[in-house]
């Protein structure tokens, strides 16, 4: 079975510096993998998603995740975060040889940007 | 493009009560959509997937005669919360699959934000 496991559940980082969210996965297949956003009383946002094309995934609003096969990590960076990225994230894994392709989310990690 | 609309956003109702929430699909047709449930801090747990015209699939755990999900068109479902209780508050979402899309893509609606006095 598919599982995410996001390493911390809440990130701060000053305004303008580097933003690293981690996750691991575990899938039997090959999984297609996901990061979501989510702002306070808003639905979830795709910000990127790969599915073996290219290990390094661009996503909007600046953000990228790398696919290393070897970590079974899919990490979401942003060289720069603005007070605007505050919000949850989700990383998200699906499994391609699924029938329904269930989506399953990690726990979430909630970026925190300070001015 | 493929925006998911939830109604109502937020709904406070006795215990006892039953409570409909509805999600269209505004700009696409659904083949399918599924049902979220997110407690405070946590993540999404999925609560059923419904194909349009057909029985509503529920994961384990999930009471189908407490969740009724109905998928009568391809722009809208609904899920029904039937005599609800105050351990059934809760953020519930939910999301669409176009048609012809791939498996894994779903669009997600804002959530409801349930809570049962």
């Known amino acids: 079975a598919q599982s995410v496991t996001q390493l911390d559940s809440h990130v701060s980082v000053s305004e303008g510096t580097p933003v690293l969210l981690r996750c691991n996965y575990s899938?039997?297949?090959?999984?297609?993998l996901f990061w979501y956003v989510q702002h306070p009383n808003k639905g979830l946002q795709l910000l990127l998603k790969?599915?073996?094309?290219?290990?390094l995934v661009k996503g909007i609003n600046g953000f990228e995740a790398e696919f290393k096969k070897s970590e079974t990590s899919f990490h979401l960076t942003k060289p720069s975060a603005h007070m605007s990225d505050a919000a949850e994230y989700f990383c998200?894994?699906?499994?391609?040889?699924?029938?329904?392709?269930?989506?399953?989310f990690g726990k979430g990690t909630r970026l925190s940007v300070i001015a | 493009g493929a925006v998911v609309s939830q109604h109502p956003s937020w709904v406070i109702c006795k215990s006892g009560t039953s409570v409909k929430i509805e999600c269209r699909s505004l700009?696409?047709?659904?083949?399918?959509m599924f049902w979220y449930r997110q407690f405070p801090k946590q993540s999404l747990m999925l609560m059923a997937t419904?194909?349009?015209?057909?029985?509503?699939?529920?994961e384990q755990g999930v009471e189908k005669d407490k969740f009724l999900i109905n998928h009568a068109s391809l722009t809208l479902s609904t899920l029904t919360v039937t005599s609800a209780h105050p351990e059934d508050s809760s953020f519930y979402i939910c999301?669409?699959?176009?048609?012809?899309?791939?498996?894994?893509?779903?669009?997600f609606g804002p959530g409801t934000r349930l809570t049962v006095l």
């Open positions: 999301s669409a699959r176009p048609r012809d899309a791939p498996g894994d893509t779903q669009y």
């Open positions: 419904s194909n349009e015209g057909s029985k509503a699939t529920y």
């Open positions: 700009d696409f047709q659904a083949t399918t």
């Open positions: 998200v894994v699906s499994d391609l040889n699924s029938g329904n392709t269930p989506l399953v």
């Open positions: 899938s039997s297949y090959s999984p297609s």
């Open positions: 790969y599915t073996s094309a290219a290990t």
